[in-house]
T-cell receptor, first 112, second 109 residues
Framework: DADVTQTPRNRITKTGKRIMLECSQT?????MYWYRQDPGLGLRLIYY???????NKGEISDGYSVSRQAQAKFSLSLESAIPNQTALYFC???????????FGSGTRLTVV | KNEVEQSPQNLTAQEGEFITINCSYS?????LHWLQQHPGGGIVSLFM???GKKKHGRLIATINIQEKHSSLHITASHPRDSAVYIC???????????FGTGTRLTIIP
């Protein structure tokens, strides 16, 4: 099994629908991150969590929310999806004081 | 202006050629990452470095902290090296990464 697992891998949804992307990890890392990747742009941080009770907004959090259900699980929700949220979404994990990252395989989301 | 600039944006080369991808950044950093992303695939960490040079197989990464510059080299390139290579930095006192926009490498057989 992968160290960082994202589900689903691909999703097509309609404008206005609520959708949840899930991330789980077996690394035992305390830090978890959600990023968005768009063509021609670097990965941009949506939300991050340094532990279960510590949730922080990233640079592009509008239209998104997150939940850290356990140390190993970090979910990203789009409350009312819109077409410009079509992108590749990555979850990543890290450990306090260590700059190493582990990335998931990504979720390709299309909003029509 | 992006804090992390990569060059070139696109690179096409023949199999066997020596490849260099460059990364320049504008802030003090604790660490620099080189990442690989295959088409339709996830992101894999190749190197994390804060000084000097690291080597893994045919890949070599170097960093010059004073010049705020890093290079990723691929020796004896192969079509399976075709991917997007991403540079990312962890600024001082900040575990959150800042990413470059990537270099798309295509190796032709």
């Amino acid at each position: 099994d992968a160290d960082v697992t994202q589900t689903p891998r691909n999703r097509i949804t309609k404008t206005g629908k609520r959708i949840m992307l899930e991330c789980s990890q077996t690394k035992g890392h305390d830090r978890m991150y959600w990023y968005r990747q768009d063509p021609g742009l670097g990965l941009r941080l949506i939300y991050y969590s340094f532990d279960v009770k510590d949730i922080n907004k990233g640079e592009i959090s509008d239209g998104y929310s997150v939940s850290r259900q356990a140390q190993a699980k970090f979910s990203l929700s789009l409350e009312s999806a819109i077409p410009n949220q079509t992108a590749l979404y990555f979850c990543a994990t890290g450990r306090a004081g260590d700059y190493g990252y582990t990335f998931g395989s990504g979720t390709r989301l299309t909003v029509v | 202006k992006n804090e992390v600039e990569q060059s070139p944006q696109n690179l096409t080369a023949q199999e066997g050629e020596f490849i260099t991808i460059n990364c320049s950044y504008s802030v003090g950093i604790s660490a620099l990452h080189w990442l690989q992303q295959h088409p339709g695939g996830g992101i894999v960490s190749l190197f994390m470095l804060s000084s000097g040079k690291k080597k893994h197989g045919r890949l070599i990464a170097t960093i010059n902290i004073q010049e705020k510059h890093s290079s990723l080299h691929i020796t004896a390139s192969h079509p399976r090296d075709s991917a997007v290579y991403i540079c990312a930095v962890a600024p001082f006192g900040n575990e959150k990464l800042t990413f470059g926009t990537g270099t798309r490498l295509t190796i032709i057989p």
